[in-house]
């Protein structure tokens, strides 16, 4: 079945490559004016795609992601290409489960993006996913934005980081917030050396759901 599922995409893929080599020539300008209802409508939503594609009990979804998310008022449909939107009333609670992430589903990482102007949802990809990554083992003098960005940077690009985050018996501990490409290896750790001496830190993702460390 798989099979005939990425033979079909392929398919599909190759006749879309020529309608395009096909039509270029033959432009049809669309100069209507898009309602400004429809635009913040659009503003007020999030595209998504869980990571594994199962097949999606909406019910389950929505009952699921409106206690995660604590908001009621969230509309989830489906979109072409496995793709999921997320309809929203304001943009602050919008904004609020973007940046709240990663969330998940059935153990299934759900993946997120805003909406994207002129962007079909079969265009949208979901390469990468944030997570805040704890450093462990750090020694004191390590403890600073710039050490911790530097170590970090070793798993992705690095969006934040914290050195007065609670770890394990409340005490402090760094950690950052990294873009990682999720079929990537998931980095354990990582042996760091600053003068003459070699310190092996661990790396602890928060809200990880079920993943394969040496394959994504």
């Not at 008022?73 to 496995?82: A, C, S």
């Not at 602050?92 to 969330?103: E, H, I, S, T």
Request: net charge neutral; hydrophobic share 40%.
């Amino acid at each position: 079945m798989a099979g005939e599922e990425e033979a079909v995409d392929r398919l599909t893929h190759i006749c879309n490559q020529l309608g395009k080599l096909m039509y270029e020539n033959d432009l049809n300008i669309l100069d209507e004016e898009i309602s400004a209802e429809k635009i913040q409508e659009c503003r007020f939503s999030l595209v998504g795609q869980l990571y594994k594609k199962p097949s999606v009990n909406f019910q389950a979804l929505t009952t699921a992601m409106k206690k995660s998310w604590k908001i009621e008022n969230v509309e989830i449909k489906p979109l072409e290409n496995e793709k999921i939107s997320f309809s929203f009333c304001n943009e602050g609670d919008k904004n609020r489960v973007l940046a709240g992430g990663p969330w998940s589903f059935s153990n299934n990482l759900l993946l997120l993006k805003a909406w994207e102007p002129d962007t079909p949802p079969h265009c949208y990809e979901f390469k990468t996913c944030a997570f805040w990554v704890r450093i462990l083992g750090l020694p004191l003098e390590w403890n600073s934005e710039n050490m911790i960005k530097k170590i970090a940077s070793s798993m992705g690009k690095v969006l934040e980081v914290k050195t007065d985050a609670r770890g394990p018996a409340f005490q402090k501990i760094g950690k950052a917030k990294v873009e990682i490409q999720v079929e990537a290896e998931l980095r354990v750790g990582q042996l760091m050396r600053h003068g003459d001496k070699k310190v092996w830190l661990d790396f602890k993702y928060e809200r990880l759901p079920f993943f394969c460390y040496s394959c994504g």
